[in-house]
């Protein structure tokens, strides 16, 4: 069965570098575009970073872009997200997404994911 597993959140202040990783599971990894999400206490769930299914692009929110690194390693099945420069803003539960054979830019104007994974808790203080 397919699983997406978040890892790497935790609580930090303002300034300091978080990694999460998304190690995937039962689905070819390499034919899906990857993609995260986070939804902060009394919003909606928003697109962050996305990676297309071949690799070779990348999309990012405009708040993130220069801080958030989106990367992927098809060895293992894992898609990551570098966070650098934390901001209070930046608190929310983060979600991996897999669409299958979708681009970068596709998966952030489209909400529907073919999977999702549970989400790992990202808070950050000022």
């Known amino acids: 069965q397919v699983q997406l597993a978040e890892s790497g959140g935790g609580l930090v202040q303002a300034g300091v570098s978080l990694k999460l990783s998304c190690t995937t599971s039962g689905l070819p990894f390499n034919r899906y575009g990857m993609g995260w999400f986070r939804q902060a206490p009394g919003k909606e769930r928003e697109f962050v970073a996305a990676i297309s299914w071949s690799g070779g692009s990348t999309y990012y929110v405009d708040s993130v872009k220069g801080r958030f690194t989106i990367s992927r390693d098809n060895a293992k099945n894992t898609v990551y997200l570098q966070m650098n420069n934390l901001k209070p803003e930046d608190t929310a539960v983060y979600y991996c997404?897999?669409?299958?054979?979708?681009?970068?830019?596709?998966?952030?104007?489209?909400?529907?994911?073919?999977?999702w994974g549970q989400g790992t808790q990202v808070t950050v203080s000022s």
């Open positions: 997404a897999a669409s299958r054979l979708t681009t970068a830019q596709t998966m952030g104007v489209r909400k529907q994911n073919d999977y």
